[in-house]
């Protein structure tokens, strides 16, 4: 069974930046579709970003031109880099993949949190 | 404010059936046969429960089931059981976006 394994998280103030990882527990399976899911505290999901197989990426509209994704040299692995960084990107962040599609995730994290004080 | 709308919560007793209902528009939902639906529950990682409207991956149980008419799609979770009880998640790819969007998510209790 592939898992994957978030790291990165911690407190940061307003305006910081940080790195988030995820990595995957094994290698038989090409995630194609890689992904960062946010939930902020008492609210709901919200997909952050996707990178497609041709290392393209897709961003919410919340964190485009601050959030930056990228995949790793090692199959599986994928980061997100978190710049200007505001209270409100406070969340629970989840790294998601799936083999098939850039729209559902079959494969997730159990997320990193991300702290942004003012 | 989500893009798709669910229900805050839903109760069921232990064997009983659940639904969960999620309601979009022609440009997601209705419009597209790619619904998602996810299981939260704490501590856990999400889990994919359905995918293009009514699949289910090979792990997830025949109790959790999809389906759509128009705009809304629909969870059902059937003979409820206490481990069942968490936060569901709808999702569906939309042409406003290149990413998908969720629901707002519905509290499942389980009585």
């Known amino acids: 069974e592939v898992r994957l394994v978030e790291s990165g998280g911690g407190s940061i103030q307003r305006g910081g930046s940080l790195r988030l990882s995820c990595a995957a527990s094994?290698?038989?399976?090409?995630?194609?579709?890689m992904s960062w899911v946010r939930q902020a505290p008492g609210k709901g999901l919200e997909w952050v970003s996707v990178v497609f197989p041709d290392g393209t990426a897709s961003y919410a509209d919340s964190v485009r031109g601050r959030f930056t994704v990228s995949r790793g040299t090692s199959k599986n692995t994928l980061y997100l880099q978190l710049n200007s960084l505001r209270v409100e990107d406070t969340a629970v962040y989840y790294c998601?993949?799936?083999?098939?599609?850039?729209?559902?995730?079959?494969?997730w994290g159990q997320g990193t949190l991300v702290t942004v004080s003012s | 404010q989500s893009a798709l709308t669910q229900p805050a919560s839903v109760s069921g007793s232990p064997g009983q059936s659940v639904t969960i209902s999620c309601v979009g528009t022609s440009s997601d939902v209705g419009g597209l046969d790619s619904v998602s639906w996810y299981q939260l529950l704490p501590g856990k990682a999400p889990k994919l429960l359905i995918y293009d409207v009514a699949k289910r991956p090979a792990v997830i149980s025949y109790r959790f089931s999809g389906s759509k008419s128009g705009n809304t799609a629909s969870l059902t979770i059937s003979e409820l059981q206490a481990e069942d009880e968490g936060d569901y998640y709808c999702s569906s790819v939309t042409k406003r976006t290149t990413l998908a969007a969720f629901g707002g998510g519905t509290k499942v209790t389980v009585l």
């Open positions: 998601a993949g799936d083999t098939h599609s850039s729209s559902r995730a079959d494969y």
């Open positions: 094994e290698f038989t399976l090409n995630l194609d579709y």
